[in-house]
């Protein structure tokens, strides 16, 4: 088992290295031997899960590790660690990451640089996969910066449009603005348990130890922030959001993966994998429920206002990231963990049949989607698709949103009284932003001659509808997945309540009817958008969250550094370094006015010397 | 065998001499030859050794002046060991951009060997005579190499470089006649000094007084703040190769000297300026980090960015653990690798083009994938990527120096968010964007001799951040025996 793990990990990083050596000019092939790699990474997680099932104990966890920096007060390990969450994640990354691969070899097919492409999706892959297999806070902080890394050079993969590279360079950033967090969170756990004798970075021996000392309360609060801060990075929880929405710059199947599978998936991941952290230290997980309740509902009433395929399916990964954060944040790892695997799926589907879409169409907006025949007939496959994943979103029964959001708002119907409206509030939103989309989209046929020419539009090859049936399949079953034995330790599935679901139930098909009949007939964007609802113009600017940033970047920071240039400039190089150079020319000007040259005035010198010489020898023999 | 280190580059230096300037071709030959033998020299110290055994290998001692107590005396531990393998590798990197030199090749070769010698011979000297000795004799070459092959405002960078690294030698020379005097067995004999120390140590007033020199005096060299302000101009001025030894080695030599004067020596003394140093780095740190976001110039940037830089080396130094000063020489390797691979781009591209703001390119990535892909690859060393060894440098002095001053470590900390900031925008801006068609003669590395130096030093830096083990098993036990 422990040798098909490692071989999970380097597969992908071995197809990057021979990618990057000698198969960057030969694209096609790249291709093949990149979703040839992914695939051979899931076939051996499905072994893994084989063993992993026929194992005898209850509920095993196994590990294995090299010292990577054998040192003595803080050894740093480098290793793997199996139990049901990392099974469960391994088959997520690596089943729909290949299937994200397989699509993309046709969707960037005539992208001369496909060969980078593929080797930084292979690196994606790697990194995520050794977020998942890590055992020790320091491996996992490795393979969490080369996420970034990853994310930067894929967002950015356009570098040529200036956007493309902003955005890169954006999320880069704002994830990095959470490491920081992260890293001092690690230092000072570190530093305590250092402290206290017991310096370690391995996740199993900090819980075992967790059991017979305690952290100070205030401590331990600053270490789980610190931790959460990075989480809220790299899983896009506000404040720290902002990437997500411009990383749709890079290519749609990057996205996928980016939403699906990987980098957002990795912070909710880690929550639960450091739950038993989380959990001694209830006020942070307040702070973490508020954060993603928050999020939530900030990210579903931005999407009603985008025009943009991409963002508003940027933005309902934000806000159904909330929901994933809040689960933890209520202490049910189990439910967050479940809405991440059926979100996986269907999120996946949306914007592989989005790019199905975009690919077909060459346009993004919305409103200059729709075509002559309608979609449903011209691109039957990408249109049901999109539909059920829709379907999935919104939380209609039987598909698999349905079961796990159900089991968040079942938590969430424990907890904080507004939490659980903002929570409900945001079933009503999502299935608003969706049926807007849908209705543009889908139920619109064009009359205005101007959009003629995408009535030529066809359904994508077997590469790409392929993917699109088979994660549709697992939009919809993916809610009778047996994942209790993978999960089975870390929390509960909330007793099923009928109320709640009929009130679930109600508000998504309220949702969906109001944006039906509200854009069924229009045409193009008008600029009201309801005056019963929040002020457009707070929308549109997502809650200002972007212009303070710059703002803040504007007047706060680069000033700070103007400030520092000028003080280099003026004081230490004019001041210190100018400034002796001055006294040193004075001081040499003043003794040089001694050296006149005159004979009598040196003689004059030496006779009042000798004279003080005499003086003071005479003085100093006396007493 | 150990002087041969020394006295390849310095006999070759004047074989380069006696070579008629005509034959134009044969001087590269020598200065390559040269620096590859030591290379491969270095390589096979490092293949010999022996970490597990403890003390200097490779020891020799040639009396010189006995009345005195001077003695040619060199050896290597797991500390200069490291420092000798990074000098190889940077002045062989260096060495093929000096060989592209088209001003006067053969005073620029010469000059540029006799730097490299000397060097080797701080880096390897055990004796304190000749340690100085050499220390002043890299400062000799440095002044006409810069004033002479410079670019832009080169001799007023000189001529700062040159004061600012002299002056502080003076502080430091005063410190080792006190130290010669004061221990007072009339050697020059670092082992034996050390060795003595460690047994009879100095009052607390005569350590922190000789600390002082001693940090002063070297820190100006380590470009410790505010004595940093040559760094910037120094580098922006000096010719590639020279930027190259510089920020890549030269720089390393004061936080050596510091480990191996000021606290193998005087430890209670070193303690005694810890807090002091370690809030100065601190705040060299955020300082010359934010001053590096708001340059134009690239070399400035770096230039900049290496003051910042050498704060995590100097605030691993003052924690005084294991770890952290494990962490500060293993950060001096690799940032001196990383630096030197930063300044080789930035000269390959200004040999060129003859620009180097941050604002005048644009889309290089296109244009020169090779050279961009260097350049991206070095900033992500800089900013501390893991897979680089720089990453787990900075980590090392972060777990070492946090139980000392968790505040500091959280400032350093951000500091890294601050070299994302100003690296990743000048990334953006060279090779990202849309291609200006201004630069449309610029050719990319193509030649294996162009290849080399990109490949060498970032090749080392890939090899130590996957196994960092390889340098720090070198490394740790020297540092173990020196730290009280």
Redesign the interface.
Known sequence: MITLSWAILWTPFLTAVFIFFFLLSRPRAAGRLATCGMLAAFLCALALLWDYLSLKEARPVLESSIL???????P?EFGVLIDGLTILMLLIVTGIGSLIFLYSMSYMERDESCGRYFACLSLFAFSMLGIVLSNNF?QT???W??VG?SS?LLI?FW??K?EA??AG?KA??TT??G??GM??GI??L??YL??RGIGTFNFLLIEERLQTISIPSPLLYAVCLGLFLGIAGKSAQAPLHVWLPDAMEGPTPVSALIHAATMVAAGVFLLARLFFLFAQSPAALLVIAWTGGITAVLAGTVAVVQNDIKKILAYSTLSQLGYMVLALGLGNPYAGMFHLTTHAFFKALLFLSAGSLIHALHTQNIWNMRTQKGLLRSMPITSVTFFIGTLALMGIPPTSGYFSKESILAAASHGSPVLFILALANVFFTSFYMGRLCTLVFFQKSHSARQNHLHTARESGWKMTIPLIILAGFSIGGGFLPLHPFLGARGHSEPHSNTLALISIALAGLGFLFAFLRYQKKSHEHETLDSWMTPRFILEKKYFFDDVYDAFIHFV??N??????L??RRV??EG??NGSARLTRRLSRLVRTLQTGVVQFYALFFAAGVTVIIYVLILSGKS | MIFLLTWIPFVAAFLILLTPSEKKSALPIIAKTACLLTFLLTIGFLWRFRPDQPGYQFLIRIEWFPAFGIAYQAGLDGINMTLCLLHALVSLAGVFTAAREKKRLKEYLFFYLILVGAIYGVFTCLDLFFLYLFYETTLIPLYPMIGIWGSKNKEYGAMQLTLFITAGAALALFGILLLYQKTGFGTFDLIRITEHLKNAPFAAHDQNFLAALILIGFGVIASLWPLHSWSPIGYAAAPTSVSMLHAGVLKKMGPYLILRIALACLPAGMAHWSTLLAVLSGIGILYAGYAAISQKDLKFMVGFSSVSHMGYVLLGIAAMTVTSVSGAVLLMFSHGVMAAAMFAVIGFIYEQTHARGVFDFGGLGKKAPFISMSFIMASLASLGLPGFSNFVAELLIFIGSWEKSPVLVGLAVLGVLITAIYLLRAVQHVCYGEFNPKWNQLKDAVTWQEKFPFVLLLGALLLFGFWPQGLLRLIQPAVGAMLP
């Open positions: 990577w920096i054998p040192f003595a007060p803080s740093v320091i902080f490795i393979f910066e080369l890394l930067y950015g570098f040529e200036r590279a902003t360079k880069f950033l990095r603005v490491d920081v890293m001092i230092l000072s570190f530093g250092a402290s920071q680069e700070i550094a103007r400030v520092s240039d003080f280099e230490v190089v210190g370094m």
